[in-house]
């Protein structure tokens, strides 16, 4: 099932349906807290890219990005995930970079791994999993959802308080470099020491549109604005987008409405990579994606950390 986040999670401030909410938030905070095992130490290295801000912070492109590296320096490394069956989209993309494990229970994945001599497991995901020690963990954000209203689930959309960046050392930004400053200093406020990464979306196959035409644009992302924020960025006419729940099932139906209103708007369509891949082959006619890497800023910093 497809549940679309609430709106309410993403104002600046917590409403009303927030505050009746903060209970039950404060019930499943305890239950986490008991749920919390002695974590396992392992001899191969695990590098954890994972998130506060439920879903949309890039962790998947962070994780390519950290294994692109590795494999530059002939470091043997490997994607861990847990299998999920709503994130084939994601399990997809990593297969097609590298070496991936998958398990109902991650540190089974990491075990796998560790047997078949891999040195350096990447965790797509994962950063409240405490059954095993994390070598290094990057907490990633994006640069629009930043932590939403700043509560945990169910009142907002944080898996843990954003307090918590006190116990973590890094951080990394993805998006279009919005509001960057502004988030910097908010995070040097509640840890003066941490290391903040940054990197941006640049798209890798611009030669195969034309930006003369109108596109309706429509993606099931967690990121959803920053997937438009960069399509205008690199000059797009977007004339419509539309925006469906992370990770979205598509139907014949859904498909069938955004060609007619494509035709309605005299438009191409475009989306983004994990959406098109969740497409039926008989439901991809006329619709093409943009492929996108995440660019690091500074990427001699993020190498000289997890090397």
């Known amino acids: 099932m497809n549940i679309k986040k609430p709106k309410f999670w993403d104002n600046k401030r917590p409403n009303i349906y927030a505050y009746l909410l903060l209970p039950l938030a404060l019930i499943l905070k305890i239950i ?5 095992k002695s974590p396992k130490k392992n001899k191969i290295k695990i590098i954890c890219v994972g998130n506060i801000y439920i879903g949309g912070t890039g962790k998947t492109s962070l994780s390519i990005k950290i294994n692109e590296i590795l ?109 960057l400053e502004n988030l910097k200093r908010e995070i040097y406020e509640i840890n003066p020491q941490i290391d903040i990464h940054v990197g941006k979306y640049k798209p890798i196959n ?29 000059e797009f006419n977007v004339r419509k987008d539309i925006e469906f729940p992370d990770h979205y099932n598509y139907s014949a139906n859904d498909i069938n409405q955004i060609l007619e209103e494509a035709v309605n708007l005299d438009c191409k369509i475009i989306t983004t990579e994990k959406d098109f891949l969740r497409l039926d082959n008989n439901k991809r006619y006329d619709i093409k994606f943009i492929k996108s890497n995440l660019e690091i800023i500074d990427e001699e910093k993020l190498i000289n950390t997890i090397i």
């Open 32 to 36: 986490n807290f008991i749920k919390q």
């Open 71 to 179: 494999n530059k320096k002939k470091i043997r490394s490997c994607f861990i995930k847990k299998n999920y069956k709503n994130q084939i989209d994601e399990q997809k993309i990593l297969e097609n970079r590298g070496k991936l494990f998958l398990s109902s229970k991650r540190i089974d994945a990491i075990n796998q791994a560790e047997r078949e001599n891999y040195e350096v497991a990447i965790l797509d995901d994962g950063l409240q999993d405490y059954s095993f020690i994390k070598d290094i963990s990057f907490v990633c954000f994006n640069n629009i959802n930043w932590i939403g209203n700043g509560l945990t689930i169910p009142a907002g959309p944080l898996r843990e308080s954003i307090n918590n960046l006190k116990k973590y050392h890094h951080v990394f930004f993805n998006g279009n470099l919005e509001n």
């Open 206 to 234: 611009l030669q195969e549109f034309d930006k003369k035409l109108k596109y309706l644009a429509f993606s099931g992302i967690g990121n959803h604005k920053t997937f438009i924020s960069m399509l205008k960025e690199y």
